[in-house]
Nanobody, 124 residues
Framework: QVQLVESGGGLVPAGDSLRLSCAAS????????MGWFRQAPGKEREFVAA????????YYADSVKGRFTISRDNARNTVYLQMNSLKPEDTAAYYC?????????????????WGQGTQVTVSS
């Protein structure tokens, strides 16, 4: 079992930045690829970013490419999502997730463990 706890959400004006954190406990954090997803009210959960176990390879949704950066600190069992130049359309609940898979990181159903989410609200 892996327990994931997100933090760092909040209310910010458009153009501002936030850094989300996801602390993991349980089995070896470094053995999982990690992803971030978001879900706005009335919409399906969508892929935001993912990172392989080694931290070398990263993947991003087109909507956040160039603005968001995923990173991980395996020594601290934590994955981060740095979000810059935030837009009102980035408003959503953000979830981190862990997977044993080696591909298909953009698919929510491929993840084994999920956090409870943290709310990000960007005002215009």
């Amino acid at each position: 079992q892996v327990q994931l706890v997100e933090s760092g959400g909040g209310l910010v004006p458009a153009g501002d930045s936030l850094r989300l954190s996801c602390a993991a406990s349980g089995r070896t954090f470094s053995s999982y690829a990690m992803g971030w997803f978001r879900q706005a009210p009335g919409k399906e959960r969508e892929f935001v970013a993912a990172m392989r176990r080694s931290g070398v390879s990263t993947y991003y949704a087109d909507s956040v490419k160039g603005r968001f950066t995923i990173s991980r600190d395996n020594a601290r069992n934590t994955v981060y999502l740095q979000m810059n130049s935030l837009k009102p359309e980035d408003t959503a609940a953000y979830y981190c997730a862990a997977t044993n898979r080696y591909s298909g990181y953009e698919i929510a159903g491929n993840y084994d463990y999920w956090g409870q989410g943290t709310q990000v609200t960007v005002s215009s």
